[in-house]
């Protein structure tokens, strides 16, 4: 009877550990805003459009590396000539070209400011990183 009840309690002790684990590691994914940083463009770009996603996506993983390399932050290159760009352009509401930086059901908007500054990577790196606090503060 002994044995029973210590493999019971070693048992339980083992199960409600996994189970407070696994409750923390959920809460830390949800607390944990995940920001995503879309560029939207269609398959013919030239230069500027070239530089805005070069230059974007550079400084994402310049502001944010630890963040991008654990998927928390991430940069998604969507093409508007293709059919599987339907249903995320139809979900943020895209029509044309956009840069959009989305965490949860907050976006804004870029587009206008980093094809003003295409070619400077120090100001796009600033509107993303101000875009970021907003969107991805609770």
């Known amino acids: 009877m002994k044995k029973i009840f210590i ?3 070693v048992f339980s002790i ?17 607390i944990t805003p995940k920001v995503t940083v879309y560029y939207f463009h269609y398959a013919l770009r030239c230069a500027t459009c070239h530089a805005v996603e070069d ?3 550079n400084a994402l993983t310049t502001l944010y590396p ?8 991430a940069f998604k290159a969507i093409n508007f000539d293709e059919a599987s760009s339907k249903p995320i352009a139809k979900k943020l509401g895209v029509g ?15 587009t206008s400011k980093v094809f003003l500054y295409a070619q400077d990577p120090t100001r796009i790196e600033t509107e993303i990183k101000k875009a970021n606090d907003r969107v991805a503060t609770r």
């Open 55 to 57: 230059n974007s996506k």
């Open 66 to 73: 630890e963040k991008v390399k654990t998927g928390e932050y």
């Open 96 to 110: 044309g070209q956009t840069l959009l930086v989305v965490c949860d059901d907050k976006k804004i908007d870029l």
């Open 7 to 9: 493999s019971w309690l």
């Open 14 to 30: 083992i199960t409600i550990s996994f189970s407070v684990g696994l409750a923390q590691s959920n809460l830390k994914k949800s």
